[in-house]
């Protein structure tokens, strides 16, 4: 969308500006959010309006649309959140455009006067807000961060400083077109849903596997009641064989163990199974309630949309740390008091957990896979939120290279490990708990950018 659409939907909107003395014009209701725009919902007399801020990509520019989208295109991220908090239920002042590119500016009033920038630069949006928070101004400028002003006049001067250096001002502008094109938003739903039914077929298929999987793998573990009747015996003699088949089970013994020995290892492999047979019937009934509510329509993964276009936001990116040892680490903030950090490599893993962590820090693992560890520091995990989780348990499946819907997490104080000598990277552990979490594409967009 160019300067000039743009300009002519402002103009369609508010198309004399505000008038003096008057507070306002409409009140901004309900906010929704699709992978490509966000859609705010304003009442005015007698009629309500919608409007779709796009979140660049294919999709920058203002437009005027019919409704809001339906709750199957529908998104919730960080940028979303935020104008929530700030933008609903205030009164819209003013809607203006500038007069050298494609910024748009909200005026509200929500107790205090607030002032939102929406701009787009090619595929790029460029988000920023000044508001006063009890007797000081606050800009906050997506690409930048929080920035320190004095008043509001030099949080505006501040920001077109700051917009300048990302190619703000570089459009010519021209007359304003007459031609009508409203968002159609019909349109916009059916083509992002199109094909949909192939990928629903394909869902089906991989969760009625994933259950046939989890039955068999529950069979197996049920071997351990067998297992225990026949050590607990006492005319029952432990084979002598190195590799032996016990019920099903493989085992190994050493040439140097004893009897005694040898039936040590088979109950710790008991106790495994034990373990594994609660973790099993919680994740077999999680995935077979995954599927009913799939079938009954009500499940999120019934459309596969694509990703979330996210404003040039900064964010708290992995800074990677390099010691003297090349160990290769990343750190992220999950909030402004929680830092957790994940290793690259073997070697960066045995760092984080001898020199990085501290005794009652958490470490997370992905339960049953070849899994990243990571490390936040965080002495108990009701510190934790839902939220939280499913972030950790998202990072941890993405640096794992695995696609997991419902990552079974692991988890214990780093007091409560030990390294295995001579396999680096290896622990053994104990107090483990474990929890299934959700996975969330969007993970990286939810880790406290702007800390608020």
């Known amino acids: 969308m160019n300067y000039n659409e743009i300009k002519r939907n402002v103009n369609k909107i ?44 294919e999709y920058s520019g203002f437009w005027i649309m019919e409704r809001h ?11 979303l959140e935020y104008l929530r908090k700030y933008l609903s239920s205030s009164s819209l002042v003013d809607i203006r455009l500038n007069e050298k590119d494609k910024l748009l500016e909200f005026e509200t009033l929500k107790g205090e006067k607030n002032f939102f920038y929406f701009f787009w630069k090619g595929k790029d949006l460029y988000f920023a807000h000044i508001y006063k928070v009890s007797e000081r101004v606050e800009l906050f400028a997506s690409w930048k961060g929080k920035l320190k002003v004095e008043n509001i006049s030099e949080a505006k001067e501040l920001l077109y400083e700051k917009l300048e250096e990302v190619g703000f001002g570089a459009v010519e502008v021209g007359s304003v077109s007459e031609k009508d094109r409203d968002f159609e938003i019909d349109k916009y739903e059916s083509d992002l849903l199109e094909g949909s039914t192939k990928k629903i077929t394909k869902k089906k298929r991989f969760l009625s596997r994933k259950i046939k ?43 140097s163990l004893n009897e005694w020995g040898r039936k040590n290892l088979i109950f710790e492999k008991i106790k495994s199974l034990r ?96 899994s990243a560890h990571l490390i936040i520091k965080v ?41 295995i000598k001579g396999q680096k990277g290896g622990v053994t552990m104990k107090k483990q708990r474990y929890i299934s979490v959700n996975y969330c594409r969007e993970w990286k967009e939810r880790i406290a950018r702007d800390c608020v």
């Not at 009140?27 to 490509?36: A, E």
């Open 14 to 57: 508010n198309p004399e500006g505000n008038q003096d003395g008057k507070k306002s014009f409409g009140k901004i209701q309900k906010i929704m959010s699709t992978p490509h725009f966000i859609s705010v919902a304003v009442r005015f007399p007698g009629k309500t309006k919608y409007f779709a801020l796009g979140r660049g990509s």
């Open 69 to 79: 989208p339906a709750s199957q295109v529908r998104v919730i991220d960080k940028y």
């Open 213 to 255: 999987n989890i039955e068999s793998d529950y069979k197996k573990v049920l071997k351990w009641k067998e297992l225990k009747s026949l050590v607990e015996d006492p005319n029952w003699q432990v084979p002598k064989e190195y590799k032996v088949k016990i019920e099903g089970i493989r085992f190994k013994f050493e040439s």
């Open 275 to 370: 373990n594994a047979e609660s973790l099993l019937e919680k994740r077999l009934e999680d995935t077979k309630e995954e599927l009913v509510q799939f079938e009954s329509g009500n499940s999120p993964f019934e459309f596969d949309l694509p990703s979330i276009v996210t404003p040039v936001w900064i964010t708290n990116k992995a800074k990677k740390i390099v010691n003297e040892n090349n160990r290769k680490i990343d750190i992220y903030k999950l909030t402004e008091s929680m830092t957790m950090a994940v290793g690259h490599r073997d070697v960066d893993n045995d760092y984080l957990r001898t020199k990085w962590a501290k005794k009652d820090d958490l470490w997370f693992h992905i339960d049953g896979y070849p």
């Open 379 to 419: 002495d108990n995990i009701s510190k934790l939120n839902q939220e939280h989780l499913d972030i950790i348990g998202s990072l941890l499946a993405d640096y794992s290279s695995l696609s997991l819907d419902r990552p079974p997490l692991m988890y214990t104080q780093v007091k409560n490990l030990k390294g």
